[in-house]
């Protein structure tokens, strides 16, 4: 008999966490090409000039010396949902490396 998968906890699925996903650590990875050097979080305008109403944040990521130094990395959340649930675990990971405060 196979082992069932923990069900998913609420949120948006880009973002849930699922009791198998196990603490990673990174260091000394070949994997990790550059750290990040720049984090800008804007938001997005459908018409040029930034004219009418945002429909989207995007969070863009620019990495520092090496292979992807000519890069920039975005997403985009595009919902209220997706904003909410990347914070929330912004924040879960943020209270498990340094703490409740």
Not at 1 to 16: D, I, S, T, W
Not at 78 to 92: G, H, N, P, V, Y
Request: aromatic letters at 8%; hydrophobic letters at 35%.
């Amino acid at each position: 008999m196979e082992k069932k998968k923990p069900p998913r906890q609420v949120g948006h699925p880009a973002f849930e966490y699922r009791e198998e996903d196990k603490p990673i650590n990174y260091a000394g990875d070949d994997r990790i090409l550059a750290l990040c050097e720049g984090l800008d979080v804007v938001e997005w305008h459908p018409l040029p000039n930034a004219e009418g109403k945002a429909t989207q944040v995007h969070i863009i990521i620019t990495p520092g010396a090496g292979p992807l130094d000519e890069f920039k990395f975005l997403v985009r959340l595009k919902s209220k949902a997706a904003c909410d649930a990347f914070i929330e675990t912004l924040q879960r990971h943020r209270d498990s490396v340094f703490g409740v405060s």
